[in-house]
Nanobody, 128 residues
Framework: QLQLVESGGGLVQPGGSLRLSCAASGFTWRYYAIGWFRQAPAKEREGVSCISSTDGSTYYTGSVKGRFTISRDNAKNTVYLQMNSLKPEDTAIYYC?????????????????????WGQGTQVTVSS
């Protein structure tokens, strides 16, 4: 059974940093895309960043480019999201998700429909 467990959320001041982790188990790591999504109060869930478990290619939504970095450790079946220069508008519940990589990350990552398995989420709050 595929399981995803997020960790690393918390409260941070504007301009600060956090690193989220997503530990995956119960499935073959290859041929998957692992994505980070977020949902702020009264807003739809949006795709933030994705990484291919096969070749390490990445995708970022425009609002986080240059501030967030996604990476993977295949030996640990873990994906990380390093978040720097955090802003109050980054406040949200962050979810890790996994889906079979059937197309490009640019096509796959903006839409949660391409991801079949989800973690429970971790809260990130950016506030002074």
């Amino acid at each position: 059974q595929l399981q995803l467990v997020e960790s690393g959320g918390g409260l941070v001041q504007p301009g600060g940093s956090l690193r989220l982790s997503c530990a995956a188990s119960g499935f073959t790591w290859r041929y998957y895309a692992i994505g980070w999504f977020r949902q702020a109060p009264a807003k739809e869930r949006e795709g933030v960043s994705c990484i291919s478990s096969t070749d390490g290619s990445t995708y970022y939504t425009g609002s986080v480019k240059g501030r967030f970095t996604i990476s993977r450790d295949n030996a640990k079946n873990t994906v990380y999201l390093q978040m720097n220069s955090l802003k109050p508008e980054d406040t949200a519940i962050y979810y890790c998700a996994a889906g079979r990589k059937m197309t490009t990350l640019q096509d796959m990552c903006p839409s949660e429909r391409a991801f079949a398995s989800w973690g429970q989420g971790t809260q990130v709050t950016v506030s002074s």
